[in-house]
Every structure is written in structure tokens, then in C-alpha cells.
């Protein structure tokens, strides 16, 4: 088993930056496809960013990207999202989710975290 801790989530002004930070804990996470997820009031969950176990390889939203950055440190067992230049629009919780395999965009990982709320405020 493989538990997640995402951490980092708050409120910020739009054009402000965050960190989002998810811990693995339970078995290394080296081998695995990382990714964040988010999920906006009244809307579904939708894959925001994936990083491959090599970090050779990634995915991000188009609504996301130039501004998001996921990356990895497997010696920590840790998945971060630098999120910059924030908007109203990326308010939503976030998810860290991992998974055997290649990155996929549907809901199709193997362990979730509980989440971490980011709001942005215009």
C-alpha cells in the first residue's frame, strides 16, 4: 500500500504562486507514474499535470501549462506542483495520485491523496 500527503494548498492572490508538495509513504513511489488532479466546485476531476517514474516524460493541461510545473525527487518519495501566475480559475482541491504505468489522464491510478484546497482570490 502507498499513501499520499499532499501539502501546501491555501489561499493566494491571482498572479501568486504555491507549492504543492505530495508525500509517499508505505513503498517507494521511484517506479511509479505520479500525478495532481484537481477538482473545481460543481465540475469533474480532471488530471492538471503526470510525471513518468524517469521524470523523463510529462503531460500538463492546456489550461495549465507554461504556468504549472510538476516534478519529482525519488530519494524524497515526494511529487511536487509549482503553480505560478494563479487564477480564479485554477481554484479547486488538488489531488496527488500514483499509479503502475504510463501516465494516463483518466481517473485510472492506484492510490489517491486526501487532497489540498487552493483558492484564488481576484
Known amino acids: 500500500q502507498v499513501q499520499l500527503v499532499e501539502s501546501g494548498g491555501g489561499l493566494v492572490q491571482a498572479g501568486g504562486s504555491l507549492r504543492l508538495s505530495c508525500a509517499a509513504s508505505?513503498?517507494?513511489?521511484?517506479?511509479?507514474?505520479m500525478a495532481w488532479f484537481r477538482q473545481a466546485p460543481g465540475k469533474e476531476r480532471e488530471c492538471v499535470a503526470a510525471?513518468?517514474?524517469?521524470?523523463?516524460?510529462?503531460y500538463y493541461a492546456g489550461s495549465v501549462k507554461g504556468r504549472f510545473t510538476i516534478s519529482r525527487d525519488n530519494a524524497k518519495n515526494t511529487v511536487y506542483l509549482q503553480m505560478n501566475n494563479l487564477q480564479p480559475e485554477d481554484t479547486a482541491v488538488y489531488y496527488c495520485a500514483a499509479r503502475v504505468g504510463r501516465i494516463t489522464l483518466l481517473n485510472d491510478y492506484d492510490y489517491w491523496g486526501q487532497g489540498t484546497r487552493v483558492t484564488v482570490s481576484s
Open positions: 510525471i513518468m517514474w524517469s521524470g523523463l516524460s510529462t
Open positions: 508505505g513503498r517507494t513511489v521511484s517506479s511509479y507514474t
